[in-house]
């Protein structure tokens, strides 16, 4: 079944060196995992593994009808199978548990986005307390393309190591692996989070500069600050809109005014250099 990826996605970023260089470089960072603010994302256990009978018999069969079992049989029930050899498996399934858990929170790169601009509690918690911005994308650019959604549970993941292996080379494999890197505890249902992954941590990736549609500035931004960013911005990208956050004035909400930018040097001359 196709993902349905939203037509725009948000990212709160704090105003800073980094991200600054970041929105003039028109890059992403991919952080691993291992860095995020919750210590049981992406995590595992041993009940993260689950397989039955039946796997136990296909992931024998596998095995047999690659000759890495000797000269044995298929077998069509479980109670066929060598009991060292079950005794084997289990122990090589628990023995891998730190291995996969260190590939998922050190080796993949990920950068997180949200389907929400307005959250309150996303502005204090990665927007620096309103002060910083949330930029949004055009999801038809690639790689927004690529975007997964998060599941939230109040489970670990659940993971088929045997189908990791008996379908090595597939997209089945694929599937299996980033479950952990797709779920979240339910508390965290709120932040309506997608993400992008790449093969390698800590690094900076690029994006057109037709993707990002526009920045969202906090109740409480900096006036320099502001002024740094639509700088930026419009030396690389024309079409990019602008919009100040507010409070709303009944209700405990967040509502946006847009703004056209013009540089201080342009309206000063503009207004013939008076001040």
């Given amino acids: ?33 291992a860095s995020f603010n919750d210590p049981f994302d992406c995590s595992l256990n041993e009940a993260s593994f689950v397989y039955g009978d039946n796997d136990r018999i296909e992931l024998f069969n596998y095995l047999q009808s690659t000759g890495r079992l ?11 199978i060598p009991a ?16 996969i858990e260190d590939k998922q929170l050190n ?11 307005n959250h309150i509690l996303m502005w204090s918690h990665y927007a620096n307390s309103h002060k910083g911005m949330c930029l949004e994308f055009d999801t038809s ?22 189908k990791m292996i008996t379908n090595f080379g597939t997209d089945v494999i694929y599937r299996e692996s980033v ?21 390698e941590p800590r690094k900076l990736y690029g994006y057109p500069v037709e993707a990002l549609k526009a920045v969202y500035f906090g109740t409480q931004v900096d006036l320099a600050d502001l002024e740094i960013v639509c700088l930026v911005l419009q030396g690389q990208c024309k079409d990019v809109r602008f919009y100040r956050a507010q409070k709303g ?27």
């Fill in 1 to 33: 079944m196709a993902i349905e990826i939203p037509k725009v996605l948000y990212k709160y970023e704090p105003i800073n060196e980094y991200s600054l260089r970041n929105i003039k470089n028109a890059t992403l960072f991919f952080n691993a995992p």
């Fill in 70 to 80: 000797g000269n044995v049989a298929h077998v069509k029930h479980v109670d066929e």
């Fill in 84 to 99: 060292r050899f079950k005794e084997q498996v289990e122990a090589a399934i628990i023995g891998c548990i730190p291995e």
């Fill in 107 to 117: 080796r993949y790169g990920c950068t997180c986005f949200s389907e929400l601009n």
């Fill in 141 to 162: 650019f690639d790689p927004f393309t690529r975007v997964f959604p998060v599941q939230y549970s109040p489970n670990f993941p659940q993971i088929n190591p045997v």
């Fill in 179 to 199: 479950k952990p890197l797709l779920t979240k505890y339910e508390c965290w249902e709120y932040e309506a989070e997608w993400r992008l992954f790449h093969v």
């Fill in 249 to 275: 004035k009944l209700r405990y909400e967040i509502e946006f005014v847009e703004f056209d930018y013009t540089p201080h040097i342009e309206s000063v001359n503009s207004s013939g250099g008076k001040s």
